[in-house]
């Protein structure tokens, strides 16, 4: 019977995902469907974080982080849960024995979104990677199922892919973020001053993630390879719109990639992966 209780806690992982995002979600079905599972979990166990320190505003925060951290440990070692998303991420850090300095950093960063409004350099850098490169690194064990070689050899790569992610995130909600929850990422960017050359000046960094992450996409396992590098497609479309977009348009309004251009992104994807040409 552990087996429809571990079942019904995954499914919980994956339900989340794909209510909170479909870009995200729909990537993760392009993975084997050997990965796809331990990668939800991963995902469920960030997105409920996340939802902690961006959303319950009406709740102590702090308390709620601080409980939900230590549950996270106590999963882990117990290898057992009754919250759902917990036992899942579990599962999956058990199987892949994936490193606990990862889940350390990651909750250190949400702990700075508790508190913490402004980023020098090296807050910056520290923030990005338990916020996102971390994440990265986890789905990466799962991907390498066991090769330590590959993973050493990916591990710039996979950090660079998560970075850039999070930075386009940081600039598609500039608004949400400045406005609503009064935080600014990106250090020395003054957004009630928000210049071309500050906009320009955060994509270049953007960019030279892009392309690290891409030399690793091409290194990675077939399970994960499709997965992966359509979810890169997905972002770097983004990341375009967003260069377009004069400072002032993503200060006031969410860019978004319509649906049917993420079907065109998939659809060509798939074609350069039949001629091997990614």
Same mark, same amino acid.
């Given at each position: 019977?552990?087996?429809?209780?571990?079942?019904?806690?995954?499914?919980?992982?994956?339900?989340?995902?794909?209510?909170?995002?479909?870009?995200?979600?729909?990537?993760?079905?392009?993975?084997?469907?050997?990965?796809?599972?331990?990668?939800?979990?991963?995902?469920?166990?960030?997105?409920?974080?996340?939802?902690?320190?961006?959303?319950?505003?009406?709740?102590?925060?702090?308390?709620?982080?601080?409980?939900?951290?230590?549950?996270?440990?106590?999963?882990?070692?117990?290898?057992?849960?009754?919250?759902?998303?917990?036992?899942?991420?579990?599962?999956?850090?058990?199987?892949?024995?994936?490193?606990?300095?990862? &889940?350390?950093?990651?909750?250190?960063?949400?702990?700075?979104?508790?508190?913490?409004?402004?980023?020098?350099?090296? %807050?910056?850098?520290?923030?990005?990677?338990?916020?996102?490169? &971390?994440?990265?690194?986890?789905?990466? !064990?799962?991907?390498?199922?066991?090769?330590?070689?590959?993973?050493?050899?990916?591990?710039?790569?996979?950090?660079?892919?998560?970075?850039?992610?999070?930075? &386009?995130?940081?600039?598609?909600?500039?608004?949400?973020?400045?406005?609503?929850?009064?935080?600014?990422?990106?250090?020395?960017?003054?957004?009630?001053?928000?210049?071309?050359?500050?906009?320009?000046?955060?994509?270049?960094? #953007?960019?030279?993630?892009?392309?690290?992450?891409?030399? %690793?996409?091409?290194?990675?396992?077939?399970?994960?390879?499709?997965?992966?590098?359509?979810?890169?497609? !997905?972002?770097?479309?983004?990341?375009?719109? #967003?260069?377009?977009?004069?400072?002032?348009?993503?200060?006031?309004?969410?860019?978004?990639?319509?649906?049917?251009?993420?079907?065109?992104?998939?659809?060509?994807?798939?074609?350069?992966?039949?001629?091997?040409?990614?």
């Amino acid at each position: 019977m552990m087996h429809l209780f571990h079942n019904t806690s995954q499914q919980c992982s994956k339900i989340t995902t794909e209510l909170y995002s479909t870009s995200f979600s729909s990537a993760i079905k392009l993975l084997h469907k050997d990965l796809r599972t331990p990668v939800y979990n991963i995902y469920g166990l960030v997105r409920f974080a996340d939802e902690i320190v961006d959303t319950f505003h009406e709740y102590d925060k702090c308390s709620l982080l601080s409980e939900f951290k230590k549950d996270t440990y106590a999963a882990i070692e117990r290898k057992i849960s009754l919250n759902p998303v917990l036992h899942s991420f579990q599962l999956t850090v058990n199987q892949y024995n994936i490193d606990l300095g990862l &889940v350390e950093a990651f909750f250190k960063s949400m702990e700075w979104d508790l508190s913490k409004q402004q980023y020098d350099n090296d %807050g910056y850098a520290e923030y990005i990677y338990g916020s996102a490169e &971390v994440v990265g690194l986890m789905c990466l !064990y799962v991907f390498c199922e066991g090769d330590k070689a590959m993973y050493e050899k990916l591990k710039p790569s996979a950090q660079a892919l998560g970075a850039a992610f999070q930075k &386009v995130n940081f600039l598609r909600d500039v608004k949400a973020d400045y406005e609503g929850l009064n935080r600014t990422y990106f250090p020395g960017a003054d957004f009630k001053n928000f210049t071309p050359s500050m906009k320009l000046q955060i994509e270049t960094d #953007i960019a030279a993630d892009f392309a690290k992450a891409y030399d %690793g996409i091409l290194q990675l396992p077939v399970k994960a390879k499709f997965g992966v590098y359509v979810a890169y497609k !997905y972002y770097l479309s983004l990341f375009k719109k #967003i260069k377009k977009a004069q400072p002032q348009k993503i200060l006031e309004q969410r860019i978004r990639i319509p649906d049917f251009y993420k079907a065109f992104i998939l659809a060509k994807a798939s074609l350069r992966t039949q001629l091997n040409i990614l």
